[in-house]
C-alpha cells in the first residue's frame, strides 16, 4: 500500500487555482447590479403611499420579466418587501407596508 505522499505525487498537476471559499462573495452579481442597486437605494426613502416610476426607455433594453424578477431578487435579499406594477411605458415599485 503506498503511503499518502507517493500517491499525492502520481496526481497531475492542478489547472485552477485554489481559493479560500471565505474570500468569496457569496452574494450574486449579476449584468442588471448597479440599475437594481439604485432602485433599492431609492426605495429606501420613498414615502409609504408613493412608488418609484422607472421609464422603462431608461433601463437599457432590459425586457420587463428580467427587470421585475432582478428586483425582486435584490429586495428579498434585502429584507424589503415590495410590489410591482408595469404599463406600456414603466415600471412602478413600491415597499408593501409593514
Same mark, same amino acid.
Given at each position: 500500500?503506498?503511503?499518502?505522499?507517493?500517491? =499525492?505525487?502520481?496526481? $497531475?498537476?492542478?489547472?485552477?487555482?485554489?481559493?479560500? @471559499?471565505?474570500? *468569496? +462573495?457569496?452574494?450574486?452579481?449579476?449584468?442588471?447590479?448597479?440599475?437594481?442597486?439604485?432602485?433599492?437605494?431609492?426605495?429606501?426613502?420613498?414615502?409609504?403611499?408613493? =412608488?418609484?416610476?422607472? $421609464?422603462?426607455?431608461?433601463?437599457?433594453?432590459?425586457? @420587463?420579466?428580467? *427587470? +421585475?424578477?432582478?428586483?425582486?431578487?435584490?429586495?428579498?435579499?434585502?429584507?424589503?418587501?415590495?410590489?410591482?406594477?408595469?404599463?406600456?411605458n414603466n415600471f412602478y415599485v413600491w415597499k408593501t407596508p409593514a
Amino acid at each position: 500500500m503506498a503511503s499518502r505522499q507517493q500517491a =499525492a505525487s502520481k496526481l $497531475p498537476a492542478l489547472k485552477y487555482r485554489r481559493v479560500d @471559499l471565505s474570500s *468569496l +462573495r457569496k452574494g450574486r452579481r449579476g449584468k442588471h447590479h448597479e440599475l437594481v442597486e439604485g432602485i433599492l437605494e431609492e426605495l429606501e426613502g420613498v414615502k409609504p403611499g408613493s =412608488a418609484l416610476e422607472i $421609464p422603462l426607455a431608461d433601463v437599457n433594453g432590459i425586457g @420587463l420579466a428580467n *427587470l +421585475r424578477s432582478a428586483v425582486h431578487r435584490a429586495s428579498t435579499s434585502a429584507g424589503m418587501d415590495i410590489e410591482t406594477l408595469a404599463d406600456e411605458n414603466n415600471f412602478y415599485v413600491w415597499k408593501t407596508p409593514a
